[in-house]
T-cell receptor
């Protein structure tokens, strides 16, 4: 298995533009997580899905952020409009089941820079 | 306040020495995990210890868990320069479902 796949790996955009980050979880995993990592705030959970259903989106910063999981093999995180303070590394992770008994597998991340 | 706080924030040692990192948490947990992150990469799972376990080993790693003190430690023995990375603990609370709460991490530097 190729592991969790994220695209793009790097994204540079201007303030006000829409940004879409993509994630393909490991086949067979039924939980998917989106995280954001910055020096100031560390690693923050934005949202997670179980069986394609959003379970907890309390970490989503504001309405500019939205996430979807239309099927078991694909998820997107969208920021519209983007702002410089959104600059961070965004990680997607997947795991096999709920309750955290199984490890989470992280993708390589998308480094987003908003100018 | 934040679940899963590591200390120290940064640790610098010489190759061959042991490295110990600590993690404290505040609420009851099902299990506690340790992850490693190399610069510019995603996190990689190292080891999981369940709430009914007190110690676990994996290669050069030794993890302890003290639920009465709500703390865990990660010991890396005979460290190598390649162990240089950030190390995070993550807790799975009894009511948190699938989510893990990560600490702020310990930056370990192993000097050759």
């Amino acid at each position: 298995d190729a592991g969790v796949i994220q695209s793009p790996r790097h994204e540079v955009t201007e303030m006000g533009q829409e940004v879409t980050l993509r994630c393909k979880p490991i086949s067979g995993h039924n939980s998917l997580f989106w995280y954001r990592q910055t020096m100031m705030r560390g690693l923050e959970l934005l949202i997670y899905f179980n069986n394609n259903v959003p379970i907890d989106d309390s970490g989503m910063p504001e309405d500019r952020f939205s996430a979807k999981m239309p099927n078991a093999s694909f998820s997107t995180l969208k920021i519209q409009p983007s702002e410089p303070r959104d600059s961070a590394v965004y990680f997607c992770a997947s795991s096999t089941s709920g309750r955290g008994y199984n490890e989470q597998f992280f993708g390589p991340g998308t480094r987003l820079t908003v100018l | 306040s934040q679940q899963g706080e590591e200390d120290p924030q940064a640790l610098s040692i010489q190759e061959g020495e042991n490295a110990t990192m600590n993690c404290s948490y505040k609420t009851s947990i099902n299990n506690l995990q340790w992850y490693r992150q190399n610069s510019g990469r995603g996190l990689v799972h190292l080891i999981l210890i369940r709430s009914n376990e007190r110690e676990k080993h994996s290669g050069r790693l030794r993890v302890t868990l003290d639920t009465s003190k709500k703390s865990s430690s990660l010991l890396i023995t005979a460290s190598r320069a390649a162990d240089t990375a950030s190390y995070f603990c993550a807790t799975d609370g009894e009511t948190s479902g699938s989510r893990l709460t990560f600490g702020e991490g310990t930056q370990l530097t192993v000097n050759p």
